[in-house]
């Protein structure tokens, strides 16, 4: 005859087993950290130097020299420095005189250079400007070629306005442009490929009403040249 006590005991057994397995993983969640972590440090070093600038602008062909103030001006400036980065750079520096109550362009007034061995893709990008442009506009173009023209071609004998750069094969389609009161509409110009040893010429076009009195407004951009592997 089964005693009833020794139907019990496996059942107190398994009640021990459990309680021991709790008690374990608690003491294991004791010990264990919260999170974990993998860090691998692979270290190198760059050395860094400079070579002269291989891209580069300098005065064109159609810089200005004022006689008085009632010439026109466009005058390069390759001395002109700024601030980037907390370091000191170039920044050449145009300045153009406009006419009141006209238009005036000027072209090759800076001329882009590619001394590299390799061939650039050359935008003028980031158009920003100062001042109040309260009575004038003004574009910014680049050419698309080297030997760009130099007159603004009429339509016909009797056109009274010259013919927008970018209506020419020469110039590009998309140029900067600043409208009247100092919003910057297209704030950069279309791409050209300058090949290694050749150049590319900028222009200006500035548009003073009548009421232009003068004042001194400003454009900064940047000319960006890339050049990628394929």
Known sequence: MTHPSDLEKPRTKRRMSRRAAAIAVGMLAIGTPAGASL????????????????????????????GDADDPQAEFDGTNTTTEDGVLVTEELLTIRGMVGDRVTYTRVVEYKNDCDIPLEVSLVN???????????????????????DLIDRDDATDAGPVD???????????????KGGVVSSPSTTVVT??????RFGAISITSSNADTGAIDTINW?????HTRI
């Open 39 to 66: 860090l691998v440090e692979n270290f190198m070093e760059a050395s860094i130097t400079a070579a002269p600038a291989c891209f580069n602008k300098v005065a064109g062909g159609g810089i200005y020299v004022p």
């Open 127 to 149: 158009g920003v400007s100062a001042g109040t442009w309260a009575e004038r506009t003004a574009r910014v173009y680049i050419s698309k070629n080297g030997n760009p023209a």
């Open 165 to 179: 750069l970018a209506d020419s094969d020469d110039w590009v389609d998309t140029y900067i442009e600043v409208d």
């Open 194 to 199: 300058i090949p290694p040893g050749e150049s």
């Open 222 to 226: 940047t000319a960006q040249a890339v």
